[in-house]
């Protein structure tokens, strides 16, 4: 299947988790990827597995912070380069997850989520709308997350980073639909990933675990892969999505009916 076959697609996020799945399934369907990351490391280790699986001509990699306004604007300029002058879909898979009491919560913490979640996001779309409005059947898709619709204990301020997102989603479909642009935005949740397999940080020492009972999908047996949002990712920006616009899509294995 080769659904981006000749499209160009600016990925954040692409160093780990669903943001290095969605990397690897749009190379996989032939587009040409360019995978940003602060983390250099995992991007060395996004662009060893495109090179093992002989796509690595097809991938560029640049290492910078999404929330910095200047890095922002010089690093979609160079994408856009890099992808030979043009975009086509822009996917912000980029974030970062931080657990605390809400009392316990310093605005600095608060200002850093809401930074990288958010910010970034909307820095990334201003830069890219110009590229994306002059590309071919341009998408963006955005990631919130179920956090931004349901109760998740502990992430009040990632809550908050996503439901802004999830909102700003709609905005931004709404006011380009005439020319052509989508904007979507998947919500998973209950997926392995490294901001879930705790190797990021983790819940309070005194999280109370009852409070996610009601956080366990319906089906499968636990958290799923990385790849079950990349699929549908893959989808949104592709002419399989063509009709899908101004909504979220909800990818957590029926974790909330």
């Known amino acids: 299947m080769n659904r981006y076959e000749g499209r160009r697609v600016l990925i954040t996020g692409g160093g780990s988790g669903i943001g290095r799945a969605t990397v690897h399934r749009i190379l996989a369907e032939g587009g040409s990827v360019v995978a940003v990351d602060v983390n250099e490391a995992g991007l ?64 600095d913490l608060f200002n850093k989520i809401i ?39 502990y992430m009040a301020a990632y809550a908050a980073s996503k439901g802004g997102i999830q909102s700003m989603t709609h905005a931004i479909a709404s006011e380009y639909s005439k020319q052509g642009l989508r904007a979507v935005a998947v919500a998973p949740g209950s997926i392995s990933s490294d901001m879930t397999s705790g190797q990021g940080p983790g819940l309070p020492e005194d999280a109370d675990l009852t409070l996610f009972a009601k956080l366990a999908p319906a089906i499968g047996e636990g958290f799923a892969a990385p790849e079950t949002v990349a699929g549908v990712v893959a989808m949104l920006g592709s002419e399989d999505g063509a009709f899908i616009t101004g909504t979220e899509i909800r990818i957590d294995g029926g974790t909330h009916f």
């Open 115 to 153: 930074a990288v979640n958010l910010t970034g996001t909307f820095l990334m779309i201003r830069e890219a709308v110009p590229a994306l409005l002059a590309g071919d059947r341009p998408v963006v898709v955005n990631f919130s997350s179920t956090s931004a619709s349901f109760a998740h204990p």
């Open 44 to 107: 060395k280790a996004t662009a060893e597995r495109a090179a093992a699986d002989g796509v690595a001509e097809r991938l560029t990699t640049a290492v910078f912070d999404i929330s910095d306004e200047v890095a922002v604007r010089e690093g979609v300029a160079a994408a856009v380069s890099a992808l030979g002058g043009g975009l086509d879909v822009l996917v912000n898979a980029a974030g970062i997850l931080r657990s605390e009491h809400t009392h316990k919560t310093s605005l």
